[in-house]
């Protein structure tokens, strides 16, 4: 059973930066998709950001060009660094460990509020 613990969001103005960092319990990062996903109320869950084990990322659409995601792999962890951050991306963020296409894991997710 694979844990996630995510941190880092809070409060911030618009046009601010935030880090968010994902550390899995056990299995290795580098060897699975590692995803961001977001959900703001009222709406769908969505995909921002997803890095696989071959290191490709992918972005989603509202976020390309402003938010990068990376692998500390000594520390079993991935971020999200958010730069220019704008008040629709105001939501709760989670983490997901999928190892393979038919099982996943979630973390708890963590708050990031924007203000304008």
């Known amino acids: 059973q694979v844990q996630l613990a995510e941190s880092g969001g809070g409060l911030v103005q618009a046009g601010g930066s935030l880090r968010l960092s994902c550390a899995a319990s056990?299995?290795?990062?580098?060897?699975?998709?590692m995803a961001w996903y977001r959900q703001a109320a009222g709406k769908q869950r969505e995909l921002v950001a997803a890095?696989?084990?071959?290191?490709?990322?992918k972005y989603g659409d509202a976020v390309k060009g402003r938010f990068t995601i990376s692998r500390e792999l000594h520390k079993n962890t991935v971020h999200l660094q958010m730069n220019s951050l704008e008040p629709e991306d105001t939501a709760v963020y989670y983490c997901?460990?999928?190892?393979?296409?038919?099982?996943?894991?979630w973390g708890p997710g963590t708050q990031v509020t924007v203000s304008s």
């Open positions: 997901k460990y999928q190892p393979n296409s038919a099982s996943d894991y």
């Open positions: 056990s299995g290795a990062v580098s060897f699975v998709v």
């Open positions: 890095i696989y084990a071959n290191g490709l990322k």
